[in-house]
């Protein structure tokens, strides 16, 4: 899967922080994408996908929900299939020219999720670590093993805009990875 991506460090919550600089450059990237005069081959109208992000923290399997000032994340936005480098470059151009901006940490991302487990988390995003730890147990009755990795994240995929909805109405799907226990 292709996606726009910000890459950063830091508690997500901070105001003015880097993570909140990250939406901002990735929303005006995709929809300068989306609002695009200039139409690829393979272009058809869409949606704007929701916001994912991949989190991790080193020397933590998964992520620890106490030391948010210690986490690293990718903050990713899916692109559709007629997006390609070119499609992209062009795009930061546009937003570079239309919002007097500089968009130079948005990237390009390839990514390939492999094997993982996944739950719908209702609820506020501090209340994770429960669903997280069921999605663990889970995974070991059914044979699987953690596998976090270089590559291998904690992912969130934001179904609900945390702007606009209680908290306890929140939805957030979580995928961990996995692997088959006895398998590198």
């Not at 726009?4 to 005006?28: H, I, S, T, W």
């Not at 968009?103 to 739950?119: A, D, H, M, N, T």
């Not at 670590?129 to 069921?134: G, L, N, S, Y």
Request: net charge negative.
């Amino acid at each position: 899967m292709n996606f726009l991506a910000v890459r950063g460090q830091g508690d997500p919550n901070q105001e003015g922080g880097a993570y909140k600089e990250a939406l901002g450059l990735l929303y005006a990237v995709a929809y300068t994408i989306k609002m695009s005069k200039h139409r690829p081959e393979g272009y058809f109208d869409y949606v704007v996908p929701p916001l994912e992000g991949l989190w991790w923290q080193e020397g933590v399997h998964g992520v620890d929900y106490a030391r948010k000032a210690d986490f690293q994340w990718i903050s990713l936005i899916r692109l559709p299939e007629f997006v390609t480098e070119e499609v992209f470059q062009r795009a930061i151009r546009e937003a570079t020219e239309k919002k007097k901006q500089d968009f130079s940490k948005v990237e390009f991302f390839s990514w390939e999720e492999g094997l993982c487990v996944q739950c719908m988390h209702l609820g506020p995003y501090d209340d994770e670590p429960a669903t997280v730890a069921a999605m663990d147990e889970y995974a070991r009755a059914q044979g699987y093993l953690p596998d976090f990795s270089e590559s291998r994240f904690h992912h969130e995929i934001y179904l609900s805009d945390v702007r606009r909805c209680k908290p306890e109405k929140l939805k957030t799907v979580i995928r961990q990875p996995v692997r088959k226990e006895g398998r590198p």
